[in-house]
Every structure is written in C-alpha cells, then in structure tokens.
C-alpha cells in the first residue's frame, strides 16, 4: 500500500507521492472523479484554507467529500493521509 498526500496546491494536486504531485489518472479513478479533483483544485489560494483566516467554508466541505470519495475509490490500494485539521480529522 502506497500512502498519498491529501493537499490542494496551485497548478498541481491535491495528491502528492513523497513530495511530487500523483498523476490523478495514473490511479484508476473514474473519470468524474478526476475531473471533480482538478476542478476543486484549481479553485485553489491561500485565503481558501483557515491558516490566518476562517477559509471558505463551502470549499472546504467539497474538499472533505472528495478527501471520503478518493479514499473510497482507492481502498486498499493507497492510504491517503490527511496532514491539516480542517480535513476533518486528526492530521495523519
């Protein structure tokens, strides 16, 4: 079992391999999800993460059903950790 990082970025992401961003297709999801993954993604900035702010709400519960879907869809395949709070949970 490979771990993933969970972590929206600019341009790349929102999974990481040891610090390189994981070709999303390379992982056998389904195409929607993909799709749903990048779109999130590139709506990515800083003010939408509560690191000096409250974040954006709306962004960041799409993010924790794409974190529970992508984890669905990967099952045993690859752990995916979550390193921040406001995933939901305790960091990884």
Known sequence: MTDVEFWPEYGAGPLWDDGNPVDLS???????LVERLESWNAR???DKVPVDGTGDEAWLAEGKQLL??????????????ATEPWWGEEPS
């Open 26 to 32: 390379s992982l056998g999801l389904e195409p929607a």
């Open 68 to 81: 529970r879907d992508v984890r669905s869809a990967l099952g045993r395949r690859h752990r995916v950790v």
């Open 44 to 46: 990515y900035s800083e």
